[in-house]
């Protein structure tokens, strides 16, 4: 379940594009928060842990890990300048500083990221649902959460109040998402009511998607309910998010967030205990404060390696 861009023939394409990387979250963004894309104070580092540091698995300790992350404001965000912000690459450096190790952000398309941790080409990848079938692959250091929605014109005709109402419409989505089971468990309710299957439309990133929706290309943007509150609070009433409440119990509609890692590794366990270390000291909250995110945290039981007993496709 989860690129952002600048809009005016270029001008109108740069100008939505910074509303649709600036999004934020599961939550409602604060009141009077504004458009920015990032918080206007960083945190200190967190102090090193020798007896966490200690634990990461010799083959990670003296390397640089890439973190690879696709766009899913505001997790991450890719910025005009290259820059990448977000949650995520603030976290990285949390767990950089408290873990003594090195980590690079990189951009890496979604549906790259499972290949890419089991060759080695990248060493971690955030967030992503951990799902029981994804768990036989790599492992999960789970840290937050989120339901799926879907993203509609403001000023559209289409405005659907239950998964129903979807059956028969374009619907954008990233591929390689959990959302996409979504909208294939949903087709499966279309086909026993007699209705057409969702025409959903795969795009290499949300934002893509996004700008798919303002050109009336589809109907809405099915993505999970982080991004799309992002887009439509920054949008000026050009977006709409809805929450459909009957499509909450589909497989793949809520997920658990994890950090990923190549499976066996020992790196997704280290990584669990620096997490509950972030919580102790209060920087946990304190980054999903700051972007706009309280309502995606986890308890502390709820950070766990491969936490997850839920599963995509049931």
Known sequence: MRNRPPVAACALLACLTLTLSACSVDDTPAAGKDSKSHPEVTLAPEPRDSALAAE??????????????????PYVTFESDGKITGLVPEL???????????????????????????????????PSGDFIERQKEVDFADFAQSSVTLLVRGD?????????????HKVGVEKGAGTQNVLAAQNKRCAAKGKPS???????????????????????????????TSVSQNSHDRFETLELEDMLDL?????????????GSGLA???????????ESGTYAKL??????????????????????????Q
């Open 198 to 228: 969702v025409d959903a439309k795969l795009y290499t990133d949300l934002p893509a998607a996004s700008l798919a929706l303002q050109s009336k290309r589809v109907e809405a943007v099915a993505a999970p309910s982080a991004s799309n």
């Open 92 to 126: 990285s450096a949390q767990l950089s500083s408290l873990l003594d190790i090195k980590i690079k952000v990189e951009r890496t398309n979604f549906d790259a990221v499972i290949p890419g941790l089991k060759s080695g080409r990248i060493d971690l990848s955030a």
């Open 269 to 279: 366990p280290v990584i669990v205990k620096g997490l509950r270390k972030l919580y």
């Open 288 to 313: 999903f404060g700051q972007w706009g995110l309280p309502l995606s945290t986890v308890t502390r039981g709820q950070i766990a390696l491969n936490g997850s007993k839920q599963s995509q496709t």
């Open 156 to 168: 559209g005709s289409f405005h659907p109040k239950n998964g129903l109402e979807v059956c028969g």
């Open 56 to 73: 990461v698995p010799p083959a990670y300790a003296k390397k640089t890990l890439i973190m690879g992350v696709s766009e899913y404001a």
């Open 251 to 263: 497989p793949a509609a809520t997920a658990v967030y994890g950090i990923q890692a190549k499976k």
